[in-house]
């Protein structure tokens, strides 16, 4: 073992790693240490050195807790918009389907009496359904958000 790293490693080459983090931190070998006033001075910048690492490891930690914080705050916020999102396409989709319901009422009644143009109405009234977005008011919904969250938008009544 190192005489200079007695008491701290254990094997030459603990030691070797020893005084290679001494040498990079106090840019000389414990063997250089050679007065109780250096020593001092040593400690000293141990101390100070333990105090950084200390704040730096607390100010880690709060990022972390508050990177913890932010990420449940967006999980909660993705979770309560996937609920509305799925009650709002349950609505909307029985709704559809409503619509659609009646609009074969039409035409099948119009199949019935041998209604051309009622039948005529009922297929137009069909295509118009089937083409519409499901999804429209939540686009206008969108728009509205974002033009009440820009300051600049006028509002005229």
Not at 13 to 26: I, K, Y
Not at 47 to 74: F, H, M, N
């Amino acid at each position: 073992m190192s005489k200079k790293a007695k008491g701290v490693a254990t094997t030459t080459e603990d030691a070797t790693v020893v005084d290679s983090v001494v040498d990079r931190v106090l840019g000389r070998s414990v063997a250089s240490v050679s007065s109780p006033t250096h020593a001092l001075s040593v400690f000293q910048q141990l101390v100070t050195t333990y105090e950084e690492v200390y704040r730096i490891d607390e100010t880690e930690k709060t990022k972390r807790r508050d990177i913890e914080r932010q990420r449940q705050v967006a999980l909660a916020q993705i979770h309560a918009q996937k609920e509305f999102l799925l009650k709002y396409l349950t609505f909307a989709f029985a709704e559809r389907k409503e619509n659609f319901r009646q609009v074969f009422k039409v035409v099948d009644a119009a199949i019935s009496k041998r209604d051309n143009e009622q039948l005529a109405l009922g297929l137009r009234a069909m295509t118009e359904l089937a083409a519409s977005n499901p999804f429209g008011p939540l686009i206008e919904v969108q728009k509205t958000r974002k033009a009440l969250e820009d300051g600049g938008q006028v509002w005229e009544f």
